[in-house]
C-alpha cells in the first residue's frame, strides 16, 4: 500500500496524534524541570536514544544506576561519555548542562561537519579479528582518527583462537602483530574462549575510560561481556562471508570492576576520511612519511614521480608492500591539500 494517498481525513489524524505526541514529551521535561529540587548532580551519559539518554551519577567508587533523562533544549550534541549536571525527580532525569569535552571521538558526518560518536575518552582500543580478516585498512583507518585526535591507542587482535584452526590464521596473527608492533603501537592479542587470553587487555583497561572501536564483527561486544559476565549484552553472529551485521546500534559505557570506564560502539565498515588531506592521512603511516622525506618532491604522490623517497624504500625493502597499498588506499580517499605547490622541488 505503499505511496497510497491518504484522505484529508486520515493525515488530519496523524498530524494530531503527532502534535499530541511532541506536547507530551514536552509537558514531561516541564513537570520534571518544575518538580527537581535545584540540587543538580554530576552524572555521565551512559547512552543516547534519540531525544533521551541515560545518565548515571558520578559517586565515589562507582557510578549510580542508570536514570532515563530528557534534554533541555539548547544542549547542543549530547553523546556516551559525556560529563554532565543533571537532576531528578520520581524516576526521571533532566539534564541541565554538557561539560566541555577532553577528548571526542568523531567521523565525517553524511549530512557534513562531524558526528561526535563518544567523549572524553583516555583510550581507543582499535580491535581487529583473525576473521573477519581486517580489510585492507580498517586498523590504520582507526590509527589516523587517533593520531589526529590525540588519543593513545592500542591494537587488540581478537579471537587468536582461530589461529590454531589453520597454518594460515596462525601466519596471519604473527603478521598482523608484527607490523603494528613494528610500528611502535601496543598490540595484545585476545580471545573470549579463555580466561587468561583477557588478562592483558584487563590490565589495560584498569582506571581509564577506553572506548572499543573496529569494523563489524570483530567482537567488540564480546570481548565487554567476557569482561562483564553478569552484564547482558547484544552479541552478533557473523554472516555466511564471516562478515559483521552491525549488531550494536549505539555507543554505550560500561563500568569495569578494576574502575575504569569501557565504551562499546557500533563497528563501521566505512570510517570516511573525506575531510581529511592526504598529508593528514602519513600521520598513520610514520613508515611511508619517513621514506616520503627524501622525495625529491614536494608534492610528490609517491606514485610514479622521479626521485620519490617511497620508491626508493620499496626498492630496497625496508618498507612493506602491505603498508604502501594500505598507504595508497586510504590517501586516495583524502583531498588533496587546497594549495598544492606544483612541481617545486624541496
Ligand atoms: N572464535 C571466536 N569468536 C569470537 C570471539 N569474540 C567474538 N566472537 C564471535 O564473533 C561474532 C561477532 O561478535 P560481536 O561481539 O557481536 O562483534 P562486534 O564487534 O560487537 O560487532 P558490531 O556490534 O556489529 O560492531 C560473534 O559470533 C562472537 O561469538 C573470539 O575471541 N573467538
Ligand atoms: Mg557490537
Ligand atoms: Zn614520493
Known sequence: MAGRKLTRQQAFRIKKVQAERIERAQRKAERVE???????????????????????????????????????????????????????????????????????????????????????????????????????????????????????????????????????????????????????????????????DLAELRAALSGRTSALVGQSGVGKSSLVQALLPDQYLRVGALDERGQGKHTTSQGRLYTLPSGGWLIDSPGIRAFGLSDLHRDQVLVGFPDVAEAASLCKFRDCKHESEPGCGVHAALDEETLSELRYDNYLALAAEAVAPKHPRKGRER
Open 34 to 196: 518544575h518538580a527537581v529540587d535545584e540540587e543538580a548532580q554530576a552524572g555521565v551519559v551512559i547512552t543516547r536514544h534519540g531525544a533521551t539518554a541515560e545518565v548515571a551519577a558520578i559517586e565515589q567508587d562507582a557510578l549510580g544506576d542508570p536514570v532515563h533523562c530528557h534534554l533541555r533544549s539548547n544542549l547542543g550534541e549530547v553523546v556516551c561519555g559525556d560529563r554532565v549536571s543533571f537532576c531528578v525527580a520520581d524516576g526521571e532525569g533532566l539534564v541541565t548542562a554538557v561539560e566541555p569535552r577532553t577528548r571526542r571521538l568523531a567521523r565525517p558526518s553524511p549530512f557534513g561537519g562531524d558526528k561526535v560518536m563518544a567523549a572524553n575518552i583516555d583510550q581507543l582500543l582499535i580491535v581487529g579479528a583473525l576473521m573477519p580478516l581486517p580489510g585492507p585498512d580498517t586498523i590504520d583507518r582507526f590509527l589516523i582518527a587517533a593520531e589526529l585526535t590525540g588519543i593513545e591507542a592500542v591494537v587488540v587482535l581478537n579471537k587468536i583462537d582461530l589461529a590454531a584452526r589453520s597454518e594460515e590464521l596462525d601466519e596471519l596473527r604473527q603478521d598482523l602483530g608484527d607490523v603494528y608492533r613494528e610500528l611502535g603501537h601496543r598490540v595484545i592479542e585476545t580471545s573470549i574462549t579463555r580466561a587468561e
